[in-house]
């Protein structure tokens, strides 16, 4: 990667160096324009997905105040800013799925923003983006629509089904980049006000010297991720549905917590009864299997998930939740070896007195 | 020669915790170290608040140890904090670090460690695991008088103690922050925590930081102070937070001679103040008293308080949960541990009825 050695001209510099730096910024744009369906002057780079969601509602708020309105179920990179500012936060189906009619309702003229993911972050969930812009468009005319397509950008076809958003988010740790970089798609018919101001780079939106060897690595990644989708989405969700299947034949009082059509085909989302996630992920690490339960707050404690919650799950079910997320990496001897991990982890677990709740 | 054991070491991210874990790693050890997340949001500056937790994982990491943070937030407002204030609502007066050992730290994470297969689990308390030639276990007193907290530990018991490890009740607290600032930690020049830790973060310290903190939860009433004959002669802030024996903080106008409460009618919110002599006692009921070993009827050293003043008595078999003071002895506040010892073991506890 010459942009972490030799070639460190800052993009926005006016000699040779500069322009190297900046001819690779703009060959990137164009890698995630083609990829995300957008026009390279519609690519904002950003310091990751949550730079990127913030940037929406607030960027948004600020452009055009009136009301903001989000699914309880979004990463608490929306949920927080909209929850801030007062916007209103509409309920989902025990699927997962926003509640089209409530959506409805919380609509009208004085919204600005509309932001709904396309996939969710803790169960895959894949929300009806189109038929949610119809609904936006019809009962909130004033509205962008956002989507933070974060965890949906690897299992779906973003450039196609994100054209119905005026911003999208996408961030490149989910699809084989680095940490720390992202995007905010901004179609041109949008207008955003900047959360930094400075030198005016990308177009004023987000000034700050842009992250040339994370874009560079993130429009490889986007390249390389998008022209194998279609067959690592096969080929991934033959591997989730046989680890879901496994799961769920070898481990009494397991349960898919949402139908695995429904979700991207990365991720098995179960719940197990009787057992606490922190116990399980314990010893699943001792197995070397590294999975997830809901999110974790900051101290590293393990949250109850506000996504569970809002489908109407139980505490004492969602305290027992088991998030595996799979990816190009993941292969057929991984499955087996959590195949091997889970139900042993889980008949330990039942079988000593911290198995139950208490 | 030390056998090798896995042990989960509880880490505060104080010093002593990160120092016991130092210690065992160095006996070799496969120790992993946990933080309990039991109270307060993310910017909480009381007990396992973030910088605690990094601390814990930053010494972890030195250490070379693996560092998991389990969340018994539930269970802790269900055994400690609930009760805490429906005590204060009762007039009783708790004892929540108690509790917590009681429920959290010696219940819910011993089992959660049996579940995941530890042979032990270490504390950094200041107190000893002794075990006797006949195989029974005591806690014994932490080597440093000022930091001793045996007293928190009384309700543990045999199959409890046998699994516990507490590698800095031989050391004075001055040789642990040594011994820390010798490994480099960062914990080493950490100031000691203070009062109940799910209030530290509340504004003001002390009676100031507890009336806010149940002022939130339960409606609090002031209290009238009369006096023996029914004269009123003063008043209080809250009837929840007088005790038995107080005498600073009543508002008495300013009175010649030294007050005490004698009496607490909790439901009238009326205080009764008399002489010293009126606050005495020859015995304490102990419902729920429980020894540690089987009952010990010879003579007792009895604590009431974390580091209170420590007394001659004994219980007879006769009596059971009555402790008998050799000495008039001041009443004991009901929800206070009276914890009995033998020169430094503790024997047996319970709570004041």
């Known amino acids: 990667m010459p942009y972490l050695t030799s070639e460190y001209g800052n993009p926005s510099g006016a000699h040779r160096m500069a322009r190297n730096a900046n001819k690779a910024l703009d060959e990137s744009r164009e890698v995630m324009a083609e990829t995300l369906g957008a026009q390279p002057g519609e690519i904002v780079f950003t310091g990751g997905g949550t730079e990127a969601d913030n940037m929406a509602v607030f960027g948004t708020l600020q452009a055009r105040p009136g009301r903001l309105v989000c699914s309880a179920v979004e990463h608490h990179a929306v949920l927080e800013p909209v929850e801030l500012v007062g916007g209103s936060i509409v309920p989902v189906e025990r699927s997962g799925r926003v509640k089209l009619d409530a959506l409805v309702e919380a609509l009208g003229p004085d919204v600005s923003l509309v932001s709904i993911m396309l996939a969710n972050n803790e169960t895959g969930v894949i929300q009806p983006l189109a038929d949610i812009a119809a609904l936006v468009r019809e009962h909130a005319p004033n509205a962008l629509l956002h989507t933070d397509a974060v965890q949906a950008f690897s299992w779906l076809d973003v450039a196609d089904i994100g054209s119905v958003a005026d911003l999208v988010s996408v961030s490149a740790h989910k699809f084989g980049g680095t940490q720390g970089v992202g995007v905010l798609v901004v179609r041109g018919s949008a207008n955003v006000s900047a959360r930094t101001i400075g030198g005016g780079q990308e177009r004023g939106r987000r000034s700050g010297t842009q992250n040339v060897a994370g874009i560079v690595a993130m429009a490889a990644a986007a390249s390389e991720m998008v022209s194998n989708r279609e067959h690592e989405i096969k080929r991934v969700s033959a591997l989730r549905d046989h680890l879901l299947d496994g799961v769920l034949s070898t481990v009494p009082g397991s349960i898919e917590t949402s139908p695995r059509r429904a979700k991207t085909a990365n991720i098995a989302h179960l719940c197990f009864e009787d057992i606490e996630s922190e116990s399980l992920l314990f010893l699943l690490e001792r197995a070397e299997v590294y999975a997830s339960a809901a999110a974790s707050c900051s101290s590293g404690a393990m949250e109850p998930s506000h996504v569970l919650g809002a489908m109407g799950l139980s505490r004492t079910l969602g305290f027992g939740s088991l998030r595996l997320s799979l990816g190009y990496t993941t292969a057929e001897v991984d499955i087996e070896a959590a195949l091997a991990a889970i139900p042993a982890a889980v008949n330990q677990l039942r079988a000593s007195a911290d198995g139950r709740h208490g | ?353």
């Not at chain 2, 530290?200 to 102070?225: D, H, N």
């Not at chain 2, 050293?301 to 009596?319: F, L, T, Y």
Request: with cysteine.
């Open chain 2, 1 to 353: 020669m030390v056998v090798m054991a896995d042990i989960l070491v509880a880490l505060s991210g104080g010093v002593d915790s990160t120092v016991a874990a130092a210690l065992l790693v160095e006996e070799g050890h496969n120790v992993t170290g946990v933080t309990l997340k039991l109270w307060g949001g993310e910017t909480d500056s009381g007990c396992c608040s973030v910088s605690d937790v990094e601390d814990a994982r930053r010494v972890a990491q030195q250490l070379g140890i693996d560092h998991h943070v389990f969340n018994f937030g539930d269970d802790f407002d269900r055994h400690v904090v609930e009760p805490y204030v429906a005590d204060y609502a009762a007039g009783r007066v708790p004892n929540p670090c108690i509790e917590c050992n009681r429920h959290i730290k010696f219940d819910k994470l011993f089992r959660r460690a049996d579940a995941l297969g530890f042979d032990l689990i270490a504390t950094g308390h200041h107190a000893q695991v002794r075990r006797r030639a006949d195989g029974v276990y005591h806690i014994g007193r932490g080597a440093d008088p000022a930091k001793d907290q045996s007293y928190v530990l009384h309700m543990l018991a045999q199959d409890q103690i046998r699994r516990l490890r507490l590698p800095v009740g031989a050391f004075t607290k001055d040789h642990v922050r040594e011994l820390a600032g010798e490994l480099g930690l960062r914990t080493a020049n950490k100031p000691d925590s203070q009062d109940v830790c799910f209030i530290e973060r509340t504004p003001g310290r002390g009676e100031k930081g507890r009336l806010v903190f149940l002022g939130e939860r339960i409606p609090i009433r002031s209290a009238t102070i009369v006096d023996q004959a029914g004269t009123v002669v003063g008043s209080a802030p809250s009837i929840e937070l007088v005790t038995v024996g107080q005498r600073k903080g009543l508002d008495l106008g300013g009175a010649a001679e030294r007050r005490y409460v004698i009496d607490i009618d909790h439901d009238a919110a009326i205080v009764t103040v008399g002489s010293f002599e009126d606050t005495l006692t020859r015995q304490t009921e102990v419902p729920d008293l429980v020894w540690t070993a089987g009952p010990v009827t010879g003579e007792l050293i009895v604590q009431c308080s974390a580091h209170g003043a420590r007394k001659p008595a004994r219980v007879e078999a006769a009596k059971p949960t009555t402790v008998l003071w050799d000495e008039p002895h001041q009443r004991v506040a009901v929800g206070q541990s009276v914890v009995l010892y033998v020169e430094d073991e503790v024997v047996g506890g319970g709570i004041a009825g």
